[in-house]
């Protein structure tokens, strides 16, 4: 049973037990989708159906957002930790079972996959058997690419909700195993974009150093209050 959150189910897993679950998906016949939905996709969610249910079908469904650990604490069942999906993804990379799979980077500006794709190799020694970026209108291209590919693990970046919508529409199109939505993440593996020191990252205010370093973030940060306000007001209604 999941943690539920404003309608979206949590796997209340620790970022060890998740990378287990991740590599587990390998092994299953039918293509696996993960993602890593954080307050703003929890909002979403609550005004689309659709995206909420693309979110609740997922085989591995992790909280990549402090938000979320918290809301949870007001549930019957508190989710152990916050499991970011970047973080996921290096825990994963350092595994045995990475290096033997093949790799796919989707998404992204143009020549960020490229350079995610040298440093990944470099630094785990992964197999990225293609990459490129987020700008391009044919998906029928794009598909018949990395299906020929042969990759096992296609990280899609395109931002939510395109990037859920994206792989949950064509996995079975793919040949690949497991489909992960993650977000900008190239962008911080490639080097052009540095991650919040681990102190802010260990209390829980990654967002704010990310606001601090990009203030055109704060009307994306607004969500975060309205989060915490519909989240407070249900627990007063008894619905959490």
Known sequence: MRTQILGVGFDGLTISEAKSAFLGLLKTD???LVVTPNPEMVMLARKDTKFKDLLNSADLVVPD???IVHASKLTKKPLKQRVAGFDLLLEVFAAKEAKEVK???LGGKPGVAEKAKKQMEQRFGLQVAGCENGYFKDDDAV???IAASGADIVLVGLG??????WAA???????AKILMGVGGSFDVMSGELK???KFFQKIGLEWLYRLLRQPKRIWRQRVLLKFAIVVIFRKMRGAM
Not at 160 to 165: A, N, V
Not at 169 to 175: I, P, V
């Open 169 to 175: 529409t064509n996995k079975h199109k793919l040949g």
């Open 103 to 105: 790799w796919y980077f």
């Open 30 to 32: 039918e293509p696996s």
């Open 195 to 197: 991650r919040a020191p």
């Open 65 to 67: 957002g402090i938000g």
């Open 143 to 145: 598909i018949a690419r």
């Open 160 to 165: 939510f909700p395109r990037q859920e919508i």
